[in-house]
């Protein structure tokens, strides 16, 4: 069972520590204070610290989301000890840091324009889920959920569209770990998308 997020503030930002299927106890917290404190010594631009702890048989996992004012860095480890996998986690976390630091600095430095891109969400709607789930039931053919269960658009977002340099892109995949992820490109001033390979490269989707 998840614990309540311990959150403290660390000078201008602030840090979680939240637990599943263990107990936040005060030598842990105070054990992630004094990492968090040696990543203050690199970087300046903290907004917030998210550190995740959980318990799986013999697998304790860590995960730390480092929040900055226009990107995040993302790092986890799993060991069979819990101090040993925040010792691993802050380990590289700090190697990703020093690796981008100069280019985290420049990119702070220039400050990053923003478009909203708007974003559709679909889901299923009830009362046709319902109806549709009732008709296959009926007929007992799964077809009818293939023909008849099209999503529909019920809700909107917008979220900001980045206008990054190829390197400032490469540079958020680094450090986000994410799969891919879509900008407005500043050499060429259109949208492309940027996703991770299986090899660990990278490779880039624009439109025509």
Do not use: C
């Amino acid at each position: 069972m998840a614990q309540t997020p311990k959150t403290f503030d660390e000078g201008e930002y602030t840090v979680s520590v939240i637990g599943k299927n263990i107990e936040i106890t005060k030598p842990i917290r105070d054990y992630i204070e004094e990492k968090i404190s040696k990543i203050e010594k690199i970087t300046n631009h903290i907004i917030e610290v998210d550190v995740r702890l959980d318990v799986q048989k013999l697998n304790h996992t860590v995960d730390i989301i480092l929040k900055f004012s226009h990107f995040r860095v993302k790092v986890g480890a799993v060991t069979e000890n819990m101090y040993s996998a925040i010792d691993k986690a802050f380990e590289r976390l700090q190697t990703k840091l020093l690796k981008w630091k100069s280019r985290i600095q420049d990119h702070h430095a220039r400050g990053v324009s923003v478009t909203e891109m708007e974003i559709n969400v679909l889901e299923h709607g009830r009362d046709e889920v319902e109806q549709i789930n009732q008709e296959i039931t009926d007929a007992n053919n799964q077809k009818l959920e293939e023909q008849y269960s099209l999503p529909t658009v019920i809700k909107k977002k917008k979220r900001p569209l980045k206008h990054l340099t190829l390197d400032e892109a490469v540079m958020k995949m680094e450090l986000s770990d994410d799969h891919f992820m879509v900008y407005r490109s500043e050499e060429e001033q259109n949208l492309k998308v940027i996703y991770r390979r299986r090899d660990g490269s990278y490779g880039i989707i624009a439109p025509e």
